[in-house]
């Protein structure tokens, strides 16, 4: 019955921004480690942002200073804010969400998928 939703996603050029949001059904967003993590065609899944229970944050060197990860308690939805887009950047974006205690930074750790967002950044 969990269901994470993204949305949010789209075409930008360089430095532009763009906010994505995952909302959560059947889930609480505020009870587990929630993350962000983008794949690009022919990459590998990678890390973008981590916050535990706590809301303490980690950022992938690749995008800190330039994202932002939050929650909405309220609304039960994680979302990320992107500025300073990079044509790197370019990738299908998932949140996740880790269902046990503890946090993490590894994709594989992670329980909960979104069925991701794309973002396409243009130079």
């Known amino acids: 019955q969990v269901q994470l939703v993204e949305s949010g996603g789209g075409s930008v050029q360089a430095g532009g921004s763009l906010r994505l949001s995952c909302a959560a059904s059947?889930?609480?967003?505020?009870?587990?480690?929630m993350g962000w993590f983008r794949q690009a065609p022919g990459k590998e899944r990678e890390w973008v942002a981590v916050m535990d229970t706590y809301g303490n944050t980690n950022y992938a060197d690749s995008v800190k200073g330039r994202f932002t990860i939050d929650r909405d308690n309220a609304k039960n939805t994680l979302s990320l804010q992107m500025n300073s887009l990079k044509p790197e950047d370019t990738a299908e974006y998932y949140c996740a969400g880790r269902d046990i205690r503890g946090c993490s930074r590894q994709w594989t750790d992670f329980h909960s998928w979104g069925q991701g967002t794309q973002v396409t950044v243009s130079s």
């Open positions: 059947g889930y609480t967003v505020s009870r587990y480690c």
